[in-house]
């Protein structure tokens, strides 16, 4: 796939010891949004604007 991502991590050991992370390179969005997405209202449509802009 050729994503670029950075380190999957656990922001807070307390708050959630079993939720990690990871963020997605900006350079690497657009592939994102198109191979994998996301089903989460806020980040589908920031997704869906972000490939509008991109085209």
Same mark, same amino acid.
């Given at each position: 796939?050729? @994503?670029?991502?950075?380190?999957?991590?656990?922001?807070? *050991?307390?708050?959630?010891?079993?939720?990690? $992370?990871?963020? @997605?390179?900006?350079?690497?969005?657009?592939?994102?949004? *198109?191979?994998?997405?996301?089903?989460?209202? $806020?980040?589908?449509?920031?997704?869906?604007?972000?490939?509008?802009?991109?085209?």
């Amino acid at each position: 796939m050729n @994503i670029k991502c950075g380190v999957i991590h656990n922001p807070s *050991k307390y708050a959630d010891p079993n939720y990690f $992370r990871f963020f @997605i390179s900006s350079k690497s969005y657009k592939d994102f949004i *198109k191979v994998i997405g996301s089903f989460h209202p $806020r980040k589908k449509e920031i997704f869906l604007k972000r490939d509008a802009e991109s085209s």
